[in-house]
């Protein structure tokens, strides 16, 4: 938290001209006071990092300003200065939250030391305002990690055992497993704890943005680039980068990472100088890294480079007995977020739950129990409350509006394939295909008042197909 504003506060000309140049030969910007009122003006309107305030002062002394300086802007710093060396005055400055108290006349070497010792304090609240916000954040990092499975305890042995060192993770699995929760885990839990987490999501940003997303870029590197701009690298500098989906990153941005790993270093677009960072990589993905290295589409190097400590996340389906810790989980939590009382979840909810596949996991089942939760008035949550979970012959039993026609599709061709063995080579597409498109075009045709220019044009077929499907299918045409 650099020092870059000070105000200056005397009714005292000759302190206002030499304090002012030898703060602004120094680089600070610097506004100017003659008396208490002016100053008090010049705090309400503008944010400084320091006032310098004179006691004796027409219309409000320092000491009254200083009250009023922590009244309005608790984190200002004030120094106090007076001609007067008298212990009161000393003692009631510090009383009233001065940070620090010089008297006149002084040497401007005093103010530089003052401006020392207020940078390096600054720093040092800026530090602990940021192990404060990463603490709390900390904890909710590892409470919201839910789990007690095989498969999770390994998932904490491993962040435990690498956490404290700087070694690169590559953290694999499928969307919705939590991998960037399990990256803040590790890095909540190393030795950078206090120092940025800086998270970038490699698919979600254009090829084109996404280097100087991560590089930055000079003024006028290209259209658009009004400013300087720091990338991703040097925000994180010191802590930790996490580069999820890292396997849609394109070949020549691999190429880059690459030499950031190797050479701890990176360069703007638009410029040549070199900039030392410090950053430790933690990368995700939801595919087959090796894979990809197999078709050519991700570098070999850097899939070494990165998976130096690999972390599986298992799929939800593979860890059911942690279904239910987390549903009562995500329930609490909705319920509190929502401002609505306390849910419970039936047996017959918790059955459902477990035996649902969960294809989008662990996100998957705390969006259901959102839902659930604001659809639902009852304390208790049934297994009618998860209808979208329920398998589409249950949900029949209940009306056909409630499945979904894939679902009821797929119902009836599993009932179908019960005499698979009687049909020959080829003849099941076509006789699926016969089935579904004879009533979706009769339908059609039905609600056209049987015109085949207005059913082709709702089909989203040639007029000329159609016909040769109704006759193909041997459709009965009728009067419109």
Known sequence: MPLTRILVADDEESIRWVLSK???????????????????ELIKDNCYDLAILDIKMPGINGLDLL????????????????????????????????????????????????IEKVTRARDIAGQVTTLKLELKERYQVEKNIVGNSSAMQEVYKTIGKVAVSDVTILIQGESGTGKELVARAVHFNSERLGKPFIAINCAAIPRDLLESELFGSEKGAFTGAGERKQGKFEQANHGTLFLDEI????????????????????????????????????????????EKVRLREFREDLYYRLNVVPIMLAPLRERRD????????????????????????????????????WPGNVRELENAIKRAVILSNDPQLTAHDFGGLLPANERMQGGAQEASLEELVDLK???????????????IHTMVLEQVERPLIRLVLEKCRWNQVKAADVLGINRNTLRKKISELKIEMKRG
């Open 67 to 114: 009250d009023k300086v922590r009244e309005m802007k608790n984190d200002l710093l004030v120094v106090i200065m007076t001609a007067e060396a008298s212990m009161k005055n000393a003692v009631e400055a510090m009383k009233r939250g001065a940070y620090d108290y010089i008297t006149k006349p002084f040497d401007l070497d005093v103010i530089d030391a003052i």
């Open 322 to 357: 942690d279904i239910t810790d987390l549903a009562n989980y995500f329930l609490s939590r909705s319920c509190t977020e929502m401002s609505v009382p306390p849910k419970r979840l039936t047996d017959d909810a918790q059955a459902l739950l477990k035996s649902y596949s």
């Open 247 to 290: 396997g849609d990153m394109p070949l020549d941005l691999q190429a880059k990472i690459l030499r950031v790993l190797q050479e701890h270093e990176v360069t703007r677009i638009g410029g040549n100088q070199t900039i030392p960072v410090d950053v430790r990589i933690v990368a995700a993905t939801n595919q087959s890294l090796i």
């Open 413 to 427: 061709l599993r009932a179908c394939m019960n005499g698979i063995e009687a049909l020959d080579k080829g003849d």
């Open 22 to 40: 030898a703060l602004k030969q120094k680089g600070f910007s610097v506004d100017l006071a003659p008396d208490g009122r002016h100053a008090l």
